[in-house]
């Protein structure tokens, strides 16, 4: 979190920027001795939280925070407990009456951390590519690239891997269902006992058939809910 400390007394600022340096999710931006110098900081600074004192020359600390569209997360740091209610009103994460524990400021920076990644919201994490393997094909291990099957054909104790990238299936001894258990259950469909189909392949869904292109592969009666939810989520396939 990148924070930024606004105090009068030279002292405090010095001893607040050092608290600061020993939590590792806090950067400290820089210091400012009066609002208006804190003003200009956040004209050109991209800040996430505030220590702030209440007493200060010109401008206080609740009229600095009233003056604020859109304040930046703040702790108030002061010497007067007094304020305490008029603080909470102004919705400050904590307040915190000098001289403090560190202990009872690390609470309070602990506090402003999780509602700050409240407010960046769920962490998006990049979709991964399924891992490619290889499989034994007579006395040759043969690379087959996930993104490149169409559809998996079972053929009792071996299976036939279909590959957009060339014209012959590849025939391995394997059973669909081991397969199925090494493939990424979001990108393939069991369709039928005998098939397993990728989903970004599929160009079109009949009433017993997916197609991919003209091939047309069957969908058994157990396995038809699976098209069904397929057909049923947002963005289909």
Do not use: W
Request: charged share 25%; net charge negative.
């Amino acid at each position: 979190m990148r924070c930024l400390v606004i105090d009068d007394e030279q002292l405090v600022r010095e001893l607040l920027e050092d608290t600061i340096r020993q939590i590792p999710f806090l950067d400290l931006i820089t210091s400012c001795k009066n609002a208006l110098e804190a003003n200009a900081v956040l004209q050109t600074q991209s800040i996430d939280l505030i220590f702030l004192d209440i007493q200060m020359p010109r401008l206080s600390g609740f009229e600095f925070l009233q003056s604020l569209g859109k304040p930046p997360l703040v702790i108030l740091v002061t010497a007067y407990e007094q304020y305490a209610l008029e603080g909470y009103s102004l919705q400050v994460v904590d307040y915190l009456v000098k001289p403090f524990r560190f202990e009872r400021f690390l609470k309070a920076c602990n506090r402003a951390y999780e509602l700050f990644r409240l407010q960046q919201g769920p962490v998006s994490v990049p979709a991964q590519e399924p891992a490619d393997f290889f499989v034994p094909v007579e006395y040759t291990q043969v690379k087959i690239e996930v993104s490149d099957i169409t559809y998996i054909e079972g053929l009792g104790d071996y299976i036939k891997i279909n590959i957009s990238s060339v014209p012959k299936p590849v025939l391995t001894r394997m059973s669909i269902k081991a397969m199925e258990e090494k493939l990424p259950e979001s990108a393939f469909v069991r369709t039928h006992k005998s098939y397993l189909v990728a989903l970004r392949k599929i160009t079109a869904v009949k009433r017993d058939f997916v197609c991919i292109g003209e091939k047309e592969i069957p969908v058994g009666e157990f396995y038809k809910e699976n098209i069904n939810r397929i057909l049923n989520r947002p963005g289909g396939h």
